[in-house]
Every structure is written in C-alpha cells, then in structure tokens.
C-alpha cells in the first residue's frame, strides 16, 4: 500500500475508532434504494471485501465524505460570479457542428440560442459557458449507505470496466486501497446507468465534488490519482449536470490526467527494477490515457496531446495485457492520426500519400482484429460490438470531409473514397445504430465514446439520405432520435444536459430529412406507434446530368421496405415504435417526458424543384453526383472485399 494512503486510513482509524461498525446504512434515505440483483458474470462470482477491514473503512470514508458535503457551505461570493460568461470553441469533429450542415431555420436558431452556440468563419462552433456552474447552486441531497456503494461497485465491475479496463478486478475489491475520489468516481459513473434512478446520480456527483475538496486528486501527481481521473474522464455527466459545464470539465480534468502521467513518465519505458504487475499497471494507465487523449479530441473537435513519436511504444515488447484494450488503443491511435490528417488548420499540409496510408493501416488493423472482438451481429459481445461502433465512427470522421466535398478542401488533395467504400461505411452504421440502442446502451450511458460513435453514426446516415432520399437511412436517423429519447427520459438533469442536447440535435436531423417525404395512410388508418413514410420523388444514381424522378413509397415498421437506390441489400434494423412526424414547433424541449409518444399523423408537403428535389438538398445532391458517384460502375458492389466483410456480394 502507498505509505500516503496507509498514513491516511491510521488517521481515519485514530479519529472514527469510536464510530467504527460493521457494515450498517450511514444514513436512511428512501429515495436511494439498493438493487439487490446482480449477473452472474464469472468476475462477479466472488463477494466485495478488504484486505484489513475494507468494509468498515468504506463506511467510514463516506461518512466521512457525507458528513463534509452536509456541512453548511457559504455562498459564492458575488465577486466571483462574473458577469459575462466565458466561451469554449468546439472543432469541426464535435457533435454541435452537425447542426451546421443543415439549413437556417427558427427550430436550429432555438436550439443553437438555447446552449449558448455560435459558428466562426473558421468553421468552429463556440459555446457559451454558465457563469455561474449548476454544481455550485446548493440543493439538499440525499445520503448514501455502504451497501448501495457495493452495489454500485459490483455494476462497475460486470458491466462497465470491460468497456475500459483502466483499473482491475482486483483493486476494485481491496476496499480498504481505495481513496475517497476513486471509490467516488467508479460510483458516479456506475450510477450514471438507466438501470439506478436519477437521484441516485444526482447524489453520487456531490460526494464525489466534496471528495474532490478534500483530496489533491488535481493537485499532486501520483498512479492513484491518473488512475482516479481515468475513471472520471468516462462520461462528463459526472462532473457537471449541463452539456456545457460538464463537457469543459471533463475536457480539463482529461488533460489533467495525460500531464500527469508525463508528469510520471508513463510515457516512457518502464523502470527495469518494477515487478511485473507494477509495469502492467503503467502500461495500462497510459494506453488508458491515449484513448481518452484521442477521443476527446474528436469529440470535442479540439488539439491533441499526446503525439505518438514521443513516446516508448509498449507493444513493441511482450506483454500480457488485455487484448481489448491493447486493440482500443490501437484504433486511437489511427483515429488520431486521421484527426490530425484532416483537421483544417493542418490539411493543407496533408498529401494524398499520408491519407492512403490512413486508410491502409485502417483495412490492416481490421483484417488482424482477433476473432472474440469481431462484430456477430446480436450475439456480440460488449467488448466486440463497442469496438464495431468505433471503428464506424472513425471511418465516418476521417472519410466524411471528402464525401461532403467541402469547399474548405485544398485543391492538390485528389484523395476520394470510392463509392464502395462508403456505401460500406453507411452499412456498417446501420449495424452500429441498431446494436447500440438495442444491446449497448451501459456504453451510451457510461461511456462517452459510445455515445458520440451512435451520433456520426447518424450523421453518416443523414448525408447518404441527402445523397439518396432512402426511406431506410430516414429510417436510422429516427431510431437514434428514439433513442436519443429514451436516453433523455432516463435523467432529469434539465434541458441543458448532454442527454438533451444530443435529443435535439437528432430531432433536427430527422426534421431536415423528413421535410423530404409525406406521412400518408396506407389502407386503413396507421396505428399511434407507426410512422409511414412516403417519397413522391426520390433520384436514382444518375447516367449523365441531373437525377431522374423515380417514384418510392415504404412503410417503416417491416410493412413494406422501399428498394435501396443501388444494387444493394441493407440489414433490416430492429426498430422501436417511433413517433409521428408532427411540425418542429409541436415538439417541446421541455423535460424529456413531454414529448408525446402517440399522436395524429400528418401530412407534411415536400418541397420538390427541378429534378424532384428541395431547394435545400439540391446543391448537396449535385456535389455528389459530380464528384462522389461520376462515370463509376455500381456493379461492382457486389465483388468481394476481404478488409470489409460487412459488403453484400449480389
């Protein structure tokens, strides 16, 4: 044990040896009840327990914590409440900048005015941060026991450590090892699952703010506290209720963690005097840390900090560490260097060859990704269907910039994917979407990156629907807004939380692609559960010059599906029921629980111009037509493509 910390639990013995008790509720609270069912994973088999009295130094260190957070605190004073706030600047990558491809309207100005953003000539979308942060209001929270902690750390445990193993089984169970801040953060983000009510959340995110106060977590350097921050960099929802708040926190404390272990010098070549389990764990730490380097910064569309060429590369020797996360790190690493390849202030210095390479390396990871962490469709594994969803989103970040064909795009850049290339990313994010909002939902949850690999997943979707007006890519876009939904549903963090503002920002998708069809009967009156679509004018793969009219109808629900607008055969998606297409206005960003979920069907005219189009997908429609598609033959779909299994052969 850290002599530090073993000082710190004699201290807490001497002080608390009168209190000390066996495992016993701190404080009753009806509201936080614990769940008492549990899975029967095997690393969940063998009961929660310390080395030397674990479970009466858990009880005491949240009493402990408990006790400080019920203190009265004294007000903010007004000197530092500023007056104007203070605003962030999000890149191209984040996902705010979806709303940046879709028109003008008074629904976008809403929701762009409701979180504070505004869009630069440079591309970047800035936001407004709260001046004064949500955490600091002081409201009355509710108490945790020791048993609701154990139950927290056992959900950790079977459900969200295989998503990022930065900490093991092991030292999750020496509770007598743990500090306050990492027993804190393991259960904030447990807590963070649909599975625990809100408040149970809401409670756990102020034991860990006071757990913060009273440790030097973001002060002094040590394994524990990377550890502690590892931990909390899994999800802003921790740190802060609103998307704002909690975003630049996470984005910081993140960037705490990777100095601090430069600071450390995990980035180096362990010393040769360490055991074997002591280099295991800085090996893990630092792959940990250029995972969480490279996925914020795509997600939040910002610089990195960790450059490859500076650092020891640990899988250049022997090592037993977790292929999962050994693979994870590998793809952030290409997802960094396609970050960096195609950012704007960079990509005028990229060439055609460093992209090709990209691109390569990606077809060679793929083709070496060991056969437990292949994608199987709903009989994946959570490792293995997590890591299918990212590599969706990088394959979707890195190509998305040439397929839209950007005007920011220099003109010696001739890299283009080919049409099979893409059409083999939209197939993939169907399979993503599907997999993630049906058995990936602790991932959306409690894992940051799962979460922004369903939204460029969707957003890959929505470009192919400007390109082809396929009911079933509409029919993608609105599972994630149902999704999006019940995700919502589940907290009550307010309408400026990051479960909201994803809400909304995929209701926006799906608006902009539904202005396209009609919601019109089919026979006999559609039921309250049943959207039915259909597209009096959508264009097929054009010969030569402007699309040609074709006429499509399809009912979304597995009534009637409407032929893909190429030689293709795309998976069916297991849908939930979705909602009827009602005007913008009619649907509030109040709570999550207003939004109703049956109501009359409408019919929404489409806007068609010249070539069955609307005005505002025309020039999106040309762009791909001239550039994407050209004189390439679509038949050769069907031909096998070894690095890309997911190709339907006709």
């Known amino acids: 044990m850290d002599p530090r910390k073993r000082a710190k639990l004699a201290l807490i013995e001497a002080r608390d040896v009168s209190r000390a008790s066996s495992l016993t509720p701190l404080s009753a609270s009806p509201s936080v009840a614990p769940t008492t069912s549990r899975p029967t994973r095997a690393s969940s088999l063998e009961p929660l327990r310390g080395a030397t009295n674990g479970l009466d130094v858990l009880a005491r260190c949240v009493d402990r914590v408990s006790e400080r957070l019920h203190q009265e605190k004294p007000s903010t004073p007004d000197h530092l409440i500023t007056s104007t706030p203070d605003v962030r600047m999000l890149g191209e990558t984040c996902v705010a900048q979806l709303l940046a491809d879709l028109q003008p309207s008074e629904a976008k100005d809403v929701v762009d005015r409701e979180f504070g953003h505004s869009r630069g000539e440079d ?32 959900h950790f445990i079977d459900h969200i450590l295989p998503l ?3 900490i093991t089984v092991e030292e999750l169970r020496a509770l007598d090892t743990l500090s306050p801040v990492t027993l804190m953060s393991v259960c904030a983000v447990a807590a963070c699952s649909r599975k625990y009510p809100w408040s149970l959340l809401d409670t756990v995110r102020a034991f860990l703010k006071t757990a913060i106060e009273m440790s030097d977590v973001f002060c002094t350097s040590s394994i524990a506290n990377v550890q502690a921050n590892l931990i909390m960099a899994m999800t802003s929802e921790v740190h802060d209720a609103t998307a704002s708040g909690g975003g630049s926190m996470s984005l910081i404390r993140a960037g705490l963690c990777v100095r601090m272990a430069h600071d450390l010098g995990l980035h180096r070549r362990p010393p040769s005097d360490l055991s074997s389990e002591e280099k295991s764990k800085r090996m893990r730490l630092w792959l940990g840390c250029v995972v969480m380097d490279k996925w914020y910064a795509a997600s939040f569309g910002q610089p990195q900090l960790i450059d490859a060429d500076d650092c020891h590369d640990y899988l250049s020797e022997p090592h037993d560490m977790d292929r999962y996360l050994v693979e994870l790190y590998k793809l952030s690493e290409l997802n960094g260097q396609a970050l960096k390849a195609v950012s704007r202030p960079r990509l005028r210095k990229t060439t055609d060859a460093q992209l090709h390479e990209i691109l390569a390396d990606f077809d060679a990871w793929l083709a070496r990704l060991p056969d437990s962490l292949q994608f199987a469709g709903p009989d994946s594994s959570i490792q293995a269907g997590v890591m299918y969803s990212l590599l969706v989103c990088f394959e979707s970040v890195f190509l998305r910039p040439f397929v839209k064909q950007d005007g920011d795009i220099p003109a010696h850049l001739q890299f283009r994917p080919t049409a099979a290339r893409w059409f083999a990313v939209i197939t993939r994010s169907q399979f993503a979407i599907d997999w993630m909002l049906t058995n990936g939902t602790i991932a959306i949850d409690c894992f940051f990156p799962g979460m922004y690999s369903v939204m460029m997943s969707c957003s890959a979707q929505f470009f192919s629907h400007t390109k082809s007006g396929s009911v079933q890519n509409l029919q993608c876009i609105e599972a994630v807004k149902n999704g999006m939904h019940r995700w919502a549903l589940a907290n009550q963090d307010g309408e400026l939380s990051i479960r909201q503002k994803c809400y909304k920002i995929s209701t926006l998708l799906w608006q902009a692609a539904a202005r396209r069809h009609q919601v019109v009967p089919v026979g006999a009156t559609p039921k309250a559960d049943q959207t039915v679509y259909q597209t009096p004018q959508a264009a097929s793969p054009p010969t030569s010059g402007s699309p040609a009219p074709q006429s499509l109808a399809a009912v979304i629900g597995g009534v009637a599906a409407m032929p893909p607008p190429h030689p293709s055969q795309y998976p069916t998606l297991s849908l939930p029921p ?59 779909l069907g031909e096998s493509w070894p690095a890309l299994p997911d190709v339907p052969r006709t």
């Not at 069907?601 to 111009?609: C, G, M, N, R």
Request: proline share 14%; hydrophobic share 35%; glycine share 10%.
């Open 123 to 154: 591309g970047s979308v800035r936001a407004l941060l709260p001046s004064q942060p949500q955490s600091n209001v002081s409201r009355p929270h509710g108490y945790l026991t020791s048993e609701t902690v154990l139950d927290l750390v056992q």
């Open 164 to 166: 990022f193993p930065v």
């Open 578 to 636: 979705t909602f009827p297409l009602v005007p913008f206005a009619a649907l509030p960003f109040g709570p999550p629980g207003s939004l109703p979920l049956a109501g009359p069907t409408l019919s929404v005219p489409s806007l068609t111009t010249e070539g069955g189009l609307p005005d505002y997908l025309q020039n999106e429609w040309q762009g791909w037509c001239e550039n994407l598609m050209g004189s390439e033959n679509w038949d050769f």
